[in-house]
């Protein structure tokens, strides 16, 4: 939820912080994805488990288009077990 004072719009990234998946930053790029504040908007991204057996957290978090990092970590947390 965009919980501030200014419209997320292009340039605002949910960035991906890197560690262990093969994980990539979702861009706003068009008007149709623009949010504005009190908007709520769903981002998803396309993760495959690794083979090995393992715990594996990564995380992403909201730029600005300043480059500055906002907001709450989002992060997945996946057990691969055997």
Not at 33 to 48: A, C, H, I, R, S
């Amino acid at each position: 939820m965009n919980t501030g004072t200014c419209t997320w719009d292009e340039g605002y990234v949910l960035v991906y912080l890197g560690n262990q998946l093969d994980g990539y930053n979702v861009e706003i790029e068009h008007a149709k994805d623009f949010v504005k504040p009190g908007e709520t908007v769903d981002f998803g991204v396309d993760l495959t488990a690794p083979l090995a057996q393992n715990h594996y957290v990564d995380c992403w978090r909201m730029k600005n288009d300043s480059g500055y990092f906002f907001g709450s970590y989002l992060c997945v947390d996946i057990n691969v077990e055997k």
